[in-house]
């Protein structure tokens, strides 16, 4: 999967709990989820448990606090799949 | 300095009608939202029969966003909110999610247990060692002030947001305390109602202590027969209702269209004393809470014009007609009108006070009296204290001026309201 394969599943997953479009639309590595997508922070752990579910994968407490932008998000997810 | 309490809004999601309109339409005619429920059939319960309300899809969606509605599995925070959203919305509100916060409104909006398929999914999860997996909602879903928490954040309200739980009087409680703020200076308007869940889950305990019908699966809309000679059981219902309250000085400062007023109300227990039980009414606090109420309201019992009782359908009708009887030392002819929304809807649980209440201020504010469907042969009980032409079987064009509207619960709780149509002077 290349990373901007990875980036646009993120989209999909990301897209029903975003509350500012423009962010969404201009996505990159560096948006933050909170500050930039203005997700809710209660909804950030909807975010990880839809994450789980597409790359079924499992995120252990320390990589979902870390997980505030796209680009952490996208880390854990490489380190997870490659432990595979 | 007390103030006058007016209603100038109201909404109602019910068995036979969603939305005021059509809600009323139903109510006038008689019609009965009770429906044979497939569900409850596969699951082997005695009373198959149930009111359930229904909306669409893209209903919903005018109420909250698809955010909101994603992982959520509560229907009773899904009647709550859109009854009272309307009910905001009939005062001449705007629902608009960004508001100016307004600390001169709040909420009571009762319930009697909040959300329970959200409730089993998360035990399901957690006896499957799946904590972690429980999403966002569980809380705020799961927690008694769920519909409270929800319709306050829609709406903006910053004065009381808060939930009463009170078994089948809490509608009605619901209702008396936001006047009571309101009266006391407190607060200047109050969205006030209740909401109860459908489904099994809410509904099998009624039927494992046999207080529901199991005699009508087949003809589900006579099944619900409150003061019948056959009167068999209560059939569960489920919705929401919700009133608009509002000091009369801020209804006439706003021009708002005024339904009704509240003029007084009591709630009180029997303390499951003398015949109270945790299950059954003490008659002589049931007989106290209406005198204290039309004290309360002080008017006289022969002020009274209908009555808009609790009448489930069960074997207590007869002792609450004899309650009514005692209370306002009126029988035969003299008594009021008397009617049972539940013959249209069944026994909304906690949503039943609210519901009937709009009910009552509709019938108040139009002049009419809704018929009490399914009476076909009075209770000899009944009839050995009222004129049987007192419940009517076909809508009665009828100006009342006041009206008693009471609910009784589980716990040997009361509560009891008086409505009176409102004349600018």
């Not at chain 1, 203005?38 to 252990?60: G, Q, T």
């Not at chain 2, 209440?357 to 019938?363: E, F, H, I, Q």
Request: hydrophobic content about 40%; proline content about 3%.
């Amino acid at each position: 999967m290349t990373q901007q394969e990875l980036i646009n599943k993120l989209k999909t997953i990301v897209k029903p709990y975003i509350q500012n479009e423009m962010a969404f639309q201009n996505m990159t590595p560096e948006t933050d989820f909170i500050n930039d997508l203005k997700i809710n922070s209660a909804n950030l752990v909807d975010v990880v448990l839809d994450i789980e579910d597409e790359f079924d994968i499992e995120m252990d407490t320390q990589s979902m606090e870390k997980m505030l932008d796209v680009k952490s998000a996208m880390d854990i997810i490489n380190t997870k799949l490659k432990n595979i | 300095m007390e103030n006058r309490v007016v209603i100038t809004g109201m909404g109602v999601v019910a068995p036979n009608g969603v939305g005021i309109a059509k809600f009323t339409k139903a109510i006038k005619k008689g019609v009965s939202g009770i429906q044979f429920q497939q569900l409850l059939k596969d699951l082997q319960f005695s009373c198959c029969i149930a009111g359930k309300p229904s909306l669409s899809e893209e209903l919903k969606l005018q109420y909250f966003t698809p955010l909101q509605l994603r992982n959520f599995n509560s229907t009773g925070i899904l009647y709550g909110c859109i009854a009272g959203i309307d009910a905001w919305k009939d005062a001449g509100f705007e629902f608009d999610s960004k508001s100016e916060l307004d600390f001169d409104t709040g909420t009571i909006f009762g319930t009697g247990t909040s959300s329970v398929e959200a409730f089993r999914e998360a035990i399901y999860k957690i006896d499957a060692k799946k904590v972690r997996r429980l999403g966002s909602g569980a809380v705020v879903q799961t927690m008694s002030s769920g519909v409270s928490a929800y319709l306050g954040g829609k709406l903006g309200l910053g004065n009381q947001v808060t939930t009463n739980s009170s078994a089948c009087t809490t509608g009605t409680e619901a209702i008396l305390l936001g006047y009571e703020r309101i009266k006391y200076g407190k607060a200047k308007r109050m969205l006030v109602g209740s909401c109860s869940d459908s489904g099994p889950y809410i509904w099998a305990g009624f039927d494992a202590i046999r207080v529901t019908t199991y005699k009508h699966n087949d003809n589900p809309e006579l099944g619900c027969r409150p003061m019948d000679a056959e009167a068999s059981g209560f059939v569960p219902g489920s919705g929401a209702g919700a009133m608009m309250l509002e000091s009369l000085e801020s209804a006439l400062e706003r021009n708002a269209t005024i339904y009704g007023e509240i003029i007084g109300g009591n709630i009180n227990s029997g303390g499951q004393r003398g015949s109270g039980t945790l299950t059954a009414p003490n008659a002589k606090a049931v007989q106290r809470c209406i005198t204290e109420a039309i004290k309360d309201a002080n008017i006289s019992s022969n002020d009274i014009d209908v009555i808009n009782g609790h009448l489930t359908a069960t074997k207590k009708d007869g002792l609450e007609i004899e309650n009514w009887s005692k209370a306002l030392n009126r029988k035969g002819n003299d008594f009021p009108y008397v009617h049972s929304l539940k013959s249209m809807i069944g026994h909304c649980i906690s949503a039943a006070g609210s519901i009937e209440s709009v009910a009552a201020v509709l019938g108040l504010h139009e002049g009419f009296v809704f018929p009490s469907i399914n009476c076909e042969t009075v209770h000899p009980e009944i009839e050995a204290i009222i004129d049987p032409n007192k419940i009517p079987k076909k809508m009665i064009l009828y100006q009342a001026n006041i009206v008693a509207k009471a609910s009784f619960g589980f716990g040997d709780v009361n509560a009891c309201i008086i409505f009176k149509k409102y004349k600018h002077n």
